[in-house]
């Protein structure tokens, strides 16, 4: 009987060990799918502010087409009452805000040299 005492000690030992291996071995897994998951959303998001810069740029030359003066940028600042409580999404509307008012400079300049050009 002792015999059979050990074999059964051996298989529930080796049934501990394998669960705890497969526990340990779990949380590896998942860092690399939120990696995965993390870098296709930030993929996702460069591809936006992309288009939004394409926009925004559109905006700019319709108009500049019309005759408008763009209107003033403000201080830079984002309104704290604004923020959304994640800070990525806060940086990313923080950069909309600075590439919109860097376009409005710029077409600014552009229409400042086009007109010094025409005289």
Known sequence: MP???RHCALKISFLCLACALAIAVTPIFTP???TTQLEFRIT???RQ???????????????SRVNRAPSPSGSGRTNPRMLSGDPMFDNLATLAIETKQDV?????RLSKLEAS???
Request: hydrophobic share 25%.
């Open 104 to 108: 409005i400079k710029i077409q600014e």
């Open 117 to 119: 050009r025409n005289r």
């Open 3 to 5: 015999k059979k005492n």
């Open 32 to 34: 690399a799918q939120s």
């Open 49 to 63: 502010i992309s288009e939004l810069r394409g926009q925004i740029y559109s905006l700019q030359n319709q108009g």
């Open 44 to 46: 996702q998001l460069e």
